[in-house]
């Protein structure tokens, strides 16, 4: 079966510090690969997505960015954080067929401080 | 425009009741599938049922059923019997562009569901 793993589970971090989220899936090869961050008591907002290694679109123009250097690898870093990046950060993995869903990780909680 | 609505930021429930929530949608794309997640508090997101745009019968998953009215784009969740586990919130969500291999899900704002025992 597939797994799919965040960490950190939380943290917190100075404004003007970088940033690196890890997100890993098991079980599946070439999978689609989505970050959402979810502000409090808010919906999903995509940031980036990726359909192969090294193919990344973004969704927000922002100080965050994505790389996908392993198959079932995908990495969210900043190099200065913002006091606005502040956030639940989740990692989902899906097939992009219209059927399929997007399974989610258990989420890393940001806080910029 | 907004393209998923959740018109409910919050709703209370007696224990054992059924519960509607309520989704809306908006597409051009006469090829689309409709999601409902699960959040509780840890924040983990959870899959919990699916209808395409095409299906003629309602899906149905346990407890779970979703009400689709395709000329309303009307994706309604209903919880028959709910439970205290049931606290949580509730986002509905849509794929648009099936045929691209980059089709995202997009997410409607979420209704907070409160159990009452």
């Known amino acids: 079966s597939q797994t799919i793993h965040q960490w950190p589970a939380t943290l917190v971090q100075p404004v003007g510090s970088p940033l690196s989220l890890e997100c890993t899936v098991e079980g599946t090869s070439n999978p689609n690969l989505y970050w959402y961050r979810q502000a409090a008591g808010r919906g999903l907002q995509l940031l980036f997505y990726s359909i192969g290694i090294d193919q990344i679109s973004s969704e927000v123009p922002q100080n965050l960015s994505a790389s996908r250097p392993q198959d079932r690898q995908f990495i969210l870093s900043s190099k200065k954080l913002l006091l606005s990046d502040s956030g639940f950060y989740l990692c989902a993995w899906g097939r992009g067929r219209h059927t399929d869903t997007q399974y989610f990780g258990p989420g890393t909680r940001l806080t910029v401080l | 425009a907004q393209k998923i609505t959740q018109t409910q930021p919050g709703m209370f429930v007696q224990e054992k009741e059924a519960v509607t929530l309520d989704c809306t949608y908006d597409t051009s794309d006469p090829s689309y599938g409709l999601f409902w997640y699960k959040q509780p508090s840890s924040g983990e997101m959870i899959f919990l049922i699916y209808q395409g745009s095409y299906d003629q019968q309602n899906a149905t998953e346990g407890r779970y059923s979703l009400n689709f009215q395709k000329a309303r784009k009307s994706a309604n969740l209903v919880i028959s019997a709910s439970q205290l586990g049931d606290s949580a919130m509730y986002f509905c969500?849509?794929?648009?562009?099936?045929?691209?291999?980059?089709?995202?899900?997009?997410f409607g704002s979420g209704t907070r569901l409160s159990i009452r025992p």
């Open positions: 969500a849509m794929r648009e562009a099936w045929y691209s291999s980059a089709s995202k899900i997009i």
